[in-house]
């Protein structure tokens, strides 16, 4: 019996790199479906080749005699729907019988956060295709909370005191690689992924000033100062709305849930934003001892 052949999109980032890492130590059969070859992470193998969404003809190629399908959402961008309805319908025309596809929580055509709307669209999409498809319904990833922040340390935006269960990226993929080794269990299954704490960006950077010790603070701004104090960037108009929607989002409750999901379907209680930053404060403290005794 021919073993089940999964394709990997995303595997140059995060999350789509451990997801084909878990699944090649596992030995499964791997194509991995990258823009950018020469990006991918030391250690990958498999098939490799080449293409992007919004390329039609070469998706088609890419997926042809593929039945499993990760598919990680495309970089945000004007067209990031166009792509995605291309490769979908490449995946279909090849004949991929399931697709994984990583969504956003509270995925819906009125989404607060902007992004969210091209998920629940690209999601009708998937429905409509005729493949199986399961969803990863992801919170803000924890990861990119000190990103958020200026040269400062402070992270401003419309949120109030509003909560947001984000969730790590490593427990994303932990999550998609189960899915993906048993995908006849997961079939029409739509889960929300989230951390285990539902946290203000108040709390959140008194969690990051204890445990990096830099001076993280959070400052609530109204909607027109969240936009005049981004204006100076010369983004266009779709990516203002999606940066300040991300505070008005977490205002809204939208983002608030918190779900035993990640815990139920690894076994593993998914990372704290705690225990995600003393992680990687650890991981730098071993590379600068490392970096002393070279």
């Given at each position: ?25 596992a030995g499964q059969a791997l ?264």
């Amino acid at each position: 019996m021919a073993r089940t052949l999964i394709a990997v999109t995303g595997a140059t980032g995060h999350v789509g790199g451990l997801v084909a890492r878990a699944l090649q130590d596992a030995g499964q059969a791997l194509r991995l479906v990258v823009r950018d070859p020469a990006r991918l992470p030391a250690g990958l193998e498999g098939d490799v080749v080449q293409a992007s969404y919004g390329d039609g003809p070469s998706a088609r190629k890419a997926l042809e005699g593929v039945d499993l399908l990760f598919m990680v959402s495309g970089a945000e961008s004007a067209d990031r729907l166009v792509q995605h309805r291309t490769f979908v319908q490449a995946a279909t025309d090849a004949g991929v019988g399931h697709v994984v596809y990583t969504s956003f929580l509270g995925a819906a055509p009125d989404a607060t956060f902007t992004l969210a709307r091209d998920h629940w669209h690209t999601e009708q999409l998937l429905r409509l295709s005729g493949m199986g498809w399961t969803f990863l319904r992801d919170s803000l990833y924890l990861d990119f909370l000190p990103l958020f922040a200026d040269e400062r340390g402070v992270i401003r935006g419309p949120a109030g005191d509003g909560r947001f269960g984000g969730v790590a990226r490593a427990d994303v993929a932990r999550v998609a690689s189960e899915v993906l080794r048993s995908p006849q269990d997961h079939v029409a299954a739509t889960y929300d992924l989230t951390g285990p704490e539902a946290l203000t960006l108040a709390e959140a950077t008194e969690v990051m000033r204890r445990v990096t010790g830099r001076p993280y603070r959070f400052e609530n701004e109204t909607l027109e100062a969240a936009y005049a104090s981004r204006a100076s960037y010369g983004a266009p108009q779709w990516q203002l709305d999606a940066w300040v929607s991300t505070y008005s989002a977490i205002a809204s409750g939208e983002l608030s849930a918190v779900t035993d999901a990640v815990e139920r379907l690894t076994g593993r209680r998914p990372l704290s934003l705690a225990e995600l930053l003393g992680d990687a404060t650890e991981e730098r403290r071993k590379h600068r001892r490392a970096d002393k005794h070279r």
